[in-house]
């Protein structure tokens, strides 16, 4: 048995609505305040390209292959999760109807135009397919895609986009971004060399695979986290409650996805037998006892009391970095 204080150094691609929220905190809990760093839009803006390298995790907010290779590092476990094409983008037109209710300035105004009939959609017939297009980005988009993050960054000329998943914000293409073909091709030669590829439809497997890669113990419940409010064990599985009609449309739009998916499922079923066989008997230290400390009732309350006192400090290191 292999030996370390801290889980060794990892790299989490998140795909939007994967569940990519949910591990990725309990990821983040594994590791100190000033190993991690979350990539996304505010954070990025306070971040120099030249301090990229001194994290030992981080949470990639649905970012292409650029993103990692801005790090430097080649010494990362990489890692992501990815779902089922139907019940990935049907999670994502709840989710996207959710927050138009709840949080409508969410949205830039153009583009909440440009989706609104996805924001109107009751599931029963069929989706408008521009809009479906422009807010349910595919997840070979997510993986595939090739931009340049750069400007994002502190001394950047977009710092201030705030991009985020109802904000979306053009970067510098390196490719044709519509290009389906290309985006599944660079999709798969990236999933390749991903050392865990979870499922979401396999969650409790895949966490396993992350903790064996990481060489903690994988927890008995994870606090879930941005999960649709309705969705319970009970109508959990979306494929069964949309009309034949929108789920034979949504098959048909998902075509790279359901191709990248069955990849996936391999890969993941590929490591769980090479798991089951010999497991990777790393152990750490460190990270075993921070984990179930931080996924605590008490706290997780805690750390929604002290949110305020955390963003205040994180903008004084910022300034140091």
């Given at each position: 048995?292999?030996?370390?204080f801290?889980?060794?150094?990892a ?111 009751d ?8 809009a ?5 980005d ?98 959990s ?49 460190g990270?075993r ?33």
């Open positions: 048995m292999k030996l370390g801290d889980a060794p150094p790299y989490f691609v998140h795909v939007p609505k994967t569940g990519g929220v949910t591990l990725g905190s309990f990821l983040d809990s594994l590791y100190s305040f000033r190993q991690k760093v979350r990539l996304d839009s505010p954070r990025l803006a306070k971040l120099k390209i030249s301090a990229l390298p001194r994290f030992r995790f981080y949470h990639s907010m649905h970012q292409g292959r650029q993103m990692l290779e801005l790090t430097g590092r080649s010494d990362l476990i990489c890692m992501t999760m990815l779902r089922d094409p139907v019940e990935r983008a049907v999670s994502q037109i709840l989710y996207f109807q959710r927050i138009a209710r709840e949080q409508p300035r969410a949205f830039l105004p153009d583009y909440l135009e440009a989706v609104r009939p996805i924001l109107q959609a599931l029963t017939g069929p989706v408008d397919e521009t479906f297009g422009l807010a349910c595919a997840q070979i988009r997510t993986l595939g895609i090739l931009e340049d993050y750069r400007p994002l960054f502190h001394g950047g000329p977009d710092v201030a986009s705030k991009r985020t998943l109802t904000s979306p914000y053009p970067l510098p293409p390196l490719m044709d971004v519509n290009d389906e073909a290309a985006l599944l091709t660079n999709s798969l030669t990236w999933l390749e060399t991903f050392q865990v590829v979870g499922i979401t439809e396999h969650y409790n497997r895949s966490v396993e695979l992350v903790c064996d890669a990481l060489g903690v113990a994988a927890p008995a419940k994870i606090r879930q986290a941005n999960v649709n409010p309705e969705r319970t064990p009970g109508n599985d979306y494929g069964r409650q949309i009309s034949p009609m929108l789920r034979d449309q949504l098959v048909a739009l998902t075509a790279g996805d359901r191709e990248l998916y069955a990849a996936g499922l391999q890969r993941f079923q590929d490591q769980w037998e090479r798991y089951k066989a010999q497991p990777k008997r790393l152990y750490s230290i990270s006892m921070r984990a179930p400390l931080w996924q605590s009732k008490i706290f997780y309350e805690a750390k929604t009391a002290l949110r305020p006192l955390k963003r205040a400090i994180q903008q004084r290191l910022d300034k140091t970095v």
